[in-house]
């Protein structure tokens, strides 16, 4: 899912944060118009029950610009820290790099109009009006204005003569999302806590013994690309196919498939990686969910991110593949002898996860959506606004199962209600789900965390990367139409990369190959041995469905007093002390 949300993810972390209930309680505006900027007329209404309250958007731009504060922002300022002022004044200037027509576009999109719905039950006009048409038009223009997407430029922009802000809608929303993040941080610090629990008891590799697994292996590879055709659907897909050079015997197969609006060079290094231990590893190009359709997208030749059909299409096109490679290994030359199609294992990320775990043997669980999504409209679950749309397809009873598959990883996965429950259930074969702790496209706690406790297979494994986000262990190409910045991507992406080379090569090996003397690198001890403060690396084995409740119940929660009030930002789990460096 990586495009689905990144002009919406441009807004850095310190400018989110600004969603807590009592940020909202003394300045909304601005927490408000952090979700998805809204535009200025000339003053701001904020009404709390039968309070109004009105601000001019001369005075914020006097503050955002020069720092100043008039008399229009002393009631406000004077119950705020300076730091707070900081950051709200950081807030309002914050650019999004992206151009007025990918917005547009994507503000038509079903997920775009979606968030625009929800938004304006909170940013109206001052007629009282829902804002949806006139958040959208603001959006736009601040986009196509020198000055760029900001906050404040989406304000000067808005529509109307006036923008009222309805405090006790946005306090309900505001309190939600605060709590959901209380609960993640919980879950994540639980999930941390025991893992480490779980190492104390283990015995540790020797030092002597320790693989670096995260570096380069013995062989050489090449490098092929083809173009399939499906002999059964209408659908020409790009494969590249990296096959290791002087391997003794049949290589196993590895397939990586990506993300929503990424390409095949999205795990081009992970691809390599393989590789160069000895697997076969074939990657590619999802059409209608890939790089090309959300160019599409932009230029109108597409009407949608990506199209239902997609969540079909996908795991087909793995099918396909391994169908094509088959022949491969018996009609041509050069890769005769040279694969094994019955030790395959898979890895996916984002819509690539949900396309993995399907082939590993969950099937799309309609009656899960049914219910999930009557809460759509209501939900900050990003990615369940990509999973409803496959309500739409034909109620078939779709079997992606492939028995060739033995291995899955999943990075990032969308599951919750696409496969739901009783669908994950079903997989049988060993699996890895990796999430991110920042991940607000699919948020670890929703997608990964919870999924984890319905898997039934006795070898599961949850990697939990602490502050790394959707994004982290993509490899960023320059052609690539969206490139998001470093607060989008997280803290040393070349270093979850290097966390994903050596978890993925250990799984594999295992589970592939039946070594066993790469097991202990799945293990919580040695995670936490190679572990950096910035990307904490943490592995569980176990979690039930009673522990994972005891991590994540919150305290009651109260109802949020009126203005003016002291901001609280949401509690984040305590950072895990330094730990041994990586093996180089």
């Known amino acids: 899912m990586n495009c689905l949300f990144r002009s919406l993810s441009t807004v850095p972390l310190r ?14 505006f601005t927490a408000v ?3 998805a900027p809204a535009l200025g007329a000339d003053r701001i209404y904020v009404t709390y029950g039968p309070l109004e309250v009105s601000v001019p958007i001369e005075s914020l731009a006097l503050f955002a610009k020069e720092g100043k504060i008039d008399s229009n922002l002393d009631g406000f300022a004077q119950y705020a820290k300076k730091t707070q002022l900081a950051e709200i004044r950081s807030g309002l200037q914050a650019r999004a790099e992206i151009s007025h027509v990918t917005i547009a576009q994507f503000l038509y999109t079903p997920q775009g109009e979606v968030l625009l719905e929800r938004l304006g039950r909170v940013i109206q006009t001052k007629a009282r009006q829902p804002g949806f048409y006139a958040i959208r038009a603001a959006l736009i223009l601040a986009a196509s204005d020198p000055e760029g997407l900001t906050i404040l430029n989406v304000l000067q922009k808005f529509p109307t003569y006036g923008i009222r802000i309805d405090i006790a809608r946005g306090l309900g929303i505001a309190n939600e999302l605060t709590s959901l993040i209380n609960r993640s941080n919980r879950t994540i610090a639980g999930v941390a806590q025991l893992s480490e629990t779980q190492a104390a008891e ?18 050489n590879w090449k490098k092929s690309s083809v173009t399939l055709t499906s002999p059964k659907r209408d659908r020409t897909f790009d494969i590249d196919i990296y096959l290791p050079l002087k391997s003794p015997q049949p290589a196993p197969v590895v397939v990586i498939s990506h993300g929503l609006g990424s390409d095949r060079i999205s795990f081009e290094y992970l691809a390599k990686h393989l590789a160069s231990y000895g697997f076969a590893v074939a990657v590619p190009e999802h059409p209608g969910s890939n790089a090309q359709q959300i160019q599409d997208l932009v230029t109108g030749r597409a009407s949608q991110l990506s199209e239902p059909a997609e969540f079909v299409n996908r795991p087909l096109d793995i099918k396909d ?37 399907t082939l590993a043997g969950a099937g799309i669980n309609f009656a899960q959506l049914d219910k999930d999504c009557q809460l759509e409209n209501e939900t900050w679950n990003l990615s369940l606004l990509l999973q409803c749309r496959a309500r739409s397809l034909d109620r078939n009873q779709y079997n992606f199962s492939d028995p060739r598959i033995k291995a899955v990883i999943a990075i990032n996965p969308i599951a919750s209600s696409i496969l739901g429950e009783t669908n994950l259930s079903q997989i049988k074969i060993p699996v890895m789900l990796i999430a991110g702790s920042a991940d607000t496209v699919a948020p670890a706690l929703l997608e990964q965390i919870q999924p984890f406790t319905w898997l039934t297979s006795p070898n599961k494994y ?16 320059p052609q ?20 994903v080379n050596g978890l993925s090569l250990a799984f594999m090996e295992s589970y592939l190959n039946n070594k066993s003397n790469f097991r202990p690198y799945l293990e919580p001890n040695y995670a936490l041995g190679i572990s950096r403060n910035t990307l904490g ?3 569980l084995r176990s979690l039930t469905p009673q522990q994972l ?8 929660r109260t109802p949020a007093p009126p203005l003016p009030i002291e901001p609280l930002s949401p509690v984040s789990p305590p950072s895990p002390p330094p730990l041994a460096p990586v093996p180089r």
């Open 33 to 35: 118009c952090t979700a």
């Open 537 to 539: 690396l943490r592995i």
């Open 480 to 499: 690539t139409l969206f490139l998001p910045p470093a607060e989008v991507i997280g803290p040393e992406p070349a270093l979850a990369r290097r966390y």
């Open 15 to 28: 400018t989110r944060r600004l969603f807590a209930p009592k940020y909202l309680g003394w300045f909304a």
């Open 202 to 219: 283990e015995p540790g590799i020797p030092p002597a013994e320790m693989l670096q697994i995260q570096e380069k292996g013995p062989y």
């Open 462 to 477: 949850l990697v939990m990367i602490k502050n790394a986000t959707h994004f982290s262990t993509i490899e960023q190409s």
């Open 321 to 357: 593949l391994l169908d094509y490679l088959t022949q491969l290994s018996t009609t041509d030359p050069s890769y005769r002898g040279q694969l094994d199609l019955q030790r395959v294992g898979i890895i996916g990320q984002s819509f690539g996860g949900y396309t993995a775990l």
């Open 549 to 556: 409740q005891q991590f994540s119940s919150a305290p009651a």
